[in-house]
């Protein structure tokens, strides 16, 4: 065997032990429901414009008027982010962090069969880093049901389905090393679930990836990761994901009474 093809066939065998020790414990039936559960997880890409203007004004003739108008100096930002989704509703809801669609003019998203499809952001919650996009299809998608994140303690196992490009797809386990509560007296106990403190290792791109727990029910949704020390990842609870949607359907109606054209899928 030549050195380059030693080389290469070592380094895929560590990317493999990187994954695989996280998972020995884990029961075959929670790998193969959270297996399972991957097909609710969807790619985001939102895309949009920024303008930059300059202390120098100047004036265009505007076509339709014949005025001129004063502007200043505008030079177009163009961006692109990226990030995933969670269907949690079969007519087409999908669920991702904020700071992925915010000020996104064009966001699309791709289905786990590799189908894309323009998808249109329908309520945005900016103090929880949550946004809920819709997508319209002539089928029901397969979605993840609600799980008690109240309920969670710590060493609970969890899952993801890493979505970033180093490691897209990836199966990833562990369990839940921290959890922040509040008082809340309308829950049971009189203590709220805040945050989630998994034991992951997440990549850039893995923002919005479902947290999961052993039947693939989902316990959170991640939002952020701690740079300076490894496996390390936050989630916003399911229970405040599932509270802010009821509300959004109790004010807009069932979510097949609301009406959303038709986009194309490719």
């Known amino acids: 065997m030549s050195p380059k093809r030693d080389i290469l066939v070592f380094g895929l065998l560590l990317v493999g032990l990187m994954f695989v020790p996280a998972l020995q414990a884990a029961p075959e039936s929670a790998i193969q429901s959270v297996l399972e559960a991957s097909q609710a997880v969807v790619g985001i890409r939102a895309e949009g414009a920024a303008f930059a203007g300059g202390d120098k004004p100047q004036g265009i003739v505007d076509p339709g008027t014949g005025q001129t108008v004063i502007v200043n100096n505008i030079t177009p930002i163009y961006f692109k982010k990226t990030g995933a989704g969670v269907i949690i509703d079969p007519g087409g809801m999908i669920v991702t962090n904020a700071h992925i669609v915010v000020q996104g003019g064009r966001i699309t998203v791709t289905l786990s069969n590799g189908f894309e499809i323009q998808g249109k952001l329908v309520h945005i919650v900016p ?130 009474q609301i009406p959303l054209a038709r986009t194309r899928i490719s």
């Open 127 to 256: 103090e929880q880093d949550l946004a809920f996009i819709r997508v319209a299809v002539p089928i029901p998608l397969p979605y993840l049901p609600f799980s008690d994140s109240d309920s969670l303690e710590i060493g609970h196992k969890a899952y993801t389905i890493g979505n970033s490009t180093f490691v897209k797809g990836s199966l990833n386990g562990g369990e839940i090393s921290g959890i922040g509560r509040h008082r809340d007296e309308k829950t049971p106990g009189g203590n709220r679930t805040a945050i989630l403190q998994i034991n992951f290792s997440l990549y850039r791109g893995d923002s919005g990836c479902p947290v999961m727990d052993e039947q693939g029910h989902l316990i959170g949704l991640v939002a952020a990761a701690q740079v300076t020390k490894p496996d390390v990842t936050f989630a916003i609870p399911s229970n405040i994901i599932r509270e802010i949607y009821e509300e959004y359907v109790r004010l807009n109606g069932p979510l097949e």
